[in-house]
């Protein structure tokens, strides 16, 4: 599976964004699937992740009620929609994918196995 983020920019605070994921070289409708960012001088977080197509959905403490994961399995794409933004969701978002992983190993990005190449987002105050 091949994953390609997109969507990334530059925002004012309170404004939204929606960023996507797009994947290639098979299905990943039984997939897991899960947002991690990096800002700066920081560890790559968990932001969300979704089990599979039409399955439970995880949020980050800090992104909940503002972000949404979601899927579009005709397209094989995963958007992650932002609002309400703020200056510390400014960093590179990643998507990444994996098969089997399990419910608690969600927020923990070694489960994954696929990766895209990040998308920045920046958010001004």
């Known amino acids: 599976v091949q994953l390609q983020a997109s969507g990334g920019g530059l925002v004012q605070a309170g404004e939204s964004l929606r960023i996507s994921c797009a994947a290639s070289?098979?299905?990943?409708?039984?997939?897991?699937v899960g947002w991690f960012r990096q800002a700066p001088g920081k560890e790559r977080e968990f932001v969300t992740a979704?089990?599979?197509?039409?399955?439970?959905?995880y949020y980050a403490d800090s992104v909940k009620g503002r972000f949404t994961i979601s899927r579009d399995n005709a397209k094989n794409t995963v958007y992650l929609q932002m609002n309400s933004l703020k200056p510390e969701d400014t960093a590179v978002y990643y998507c990444?994918?994996?098969?089997?992983?399990?419910?608690?190993?969600?927020?923990?990005?070694?489960?994954?196995?696929?990766w895209g190449q990040g998308t920045l987002v920046t958010v001004s105050s």
């Open positions: 990444a994918a994996g098969l089997g992983i399990i419910m608690s190993s969600l927020n923990n990005r070694h489960a994954y196995a696929y």
């Open positions: 070289g098979r299905s990943f409708s039984t997939y897991a």
């Open positions: 979704s089990r599979w197509s039409g399955g439970s959905t």
